[in-house]
């Protein structure tokens, strides 16, 4: 059966802190897809990555980190220098093929940066 | 306008009352869904809709119907609603169920409280 843990309830860290975001996913195909995703206190969750099994190759994009690594099933968010902006919830998403593809969402991470 | 929106973005109704949730996207997408996020909950996918047809509703009580004139448009119907209804709703629409590419693009959510 597909899941996808976030085993990180609430982060707390101090602005300029580096954090690290950690996903667990299971999944028997070899096909699929991962996400991030950041839902602000506004509500709106905003896309940030999407990554396919076949492609292990981490990725930047600014104070953004993506660690994917298929041999222990993660595919971690870390953000460097953390700012009081990035406070919020992200959430690690999972998508295969059932007929269709399907996405599942894990609990989410809240994280907390203060100034 | 651009993206997804939703209308209102906060609603308070009695359990007796009769109101519908909009949602409009304006990518261009075949997919479109409806998901439930309650407090300290994780996200539950309520209804998926591509190209207009329903394609998955997650044992969602009957006093929640969707409804999908074309692929631009989702509305959720509400009537006598509980009290532990009360949620944010989240509206979303991707690309396009049978490939890869379906990175889900989220609309702001409709706050909705249940008197």
């Known amino acids: 059966a597909q899941k996808v843990t976030q085993a990180q309830t609430e982060i707390s860290v101090v602005e300029k802190e580096d954090v690290t975001l950690d996903c667990v996913y299971e999944?028997?195909?070899?096909?699929?897809?991962l996400f991030w995703y950041k839902q602000p206190p506004s509500g709106e969750l905003v896309f940030l990555i999407r990554?396919?099994?076949?492609?292990?190759q981490n990725e930047i994009s600014g104070r953004y980190s993506w660690n994917f690594q298929k041999s222990t099933s993660s595919f971690n968010f870390t953000i460097t220098a953390s700012q009081v902006v990035d406070s919020a919830v992200y959430f690690c998403a999972l998508s295969f093929y059932t007929g269709g593809f399907k996405t599942i969402f894990g609990a989410g991470t809240r994280l907390f940066v203060k100034a | 306008e651009t993206g997804v929106t939703q209308t209102p973005r906060h609603l308070v109704m009695g359990m007796t009352n009769k109101k519908s949730l909009k949602c409009e996207q304006h990518l261009g997408h075949n997919a479109m869904y409806w998901y439930k996020q309650s407090a300290k909950k994780p996200l539950e996918l309520m209804f998926v809709?591509?190209?207009?047809?329903?394609?998955e509703n997650n044992s969602v009580p009957s006093r929640f119907s969707p409804e999908c004139p074309n692929s631009s448009h989702l509305f959720l119907h509400l009537h006598t609603l509980q009290p532990e209804d009360s949620a944010l709703y989240l509206c979303?629409?991707?690309?396009?169920?049978?490939?890869?590419?379906?990175?889900?693009?989220f609309g702001p959510g409709t706050r909705l409280t249940v008197l």
């Open positions: 979303a629409s991707s690309q396009d169920l049978n490939t890869g590419a379906d990175t889900q693009y």
């Open positions: 999944t028997r195909d070899t096909t699929y897809y």
């Open positions: 990554r396919n099994s076949f492609d292990e």
């Open positions: 809709y591509s190209l207009e047809e329903r394609v």
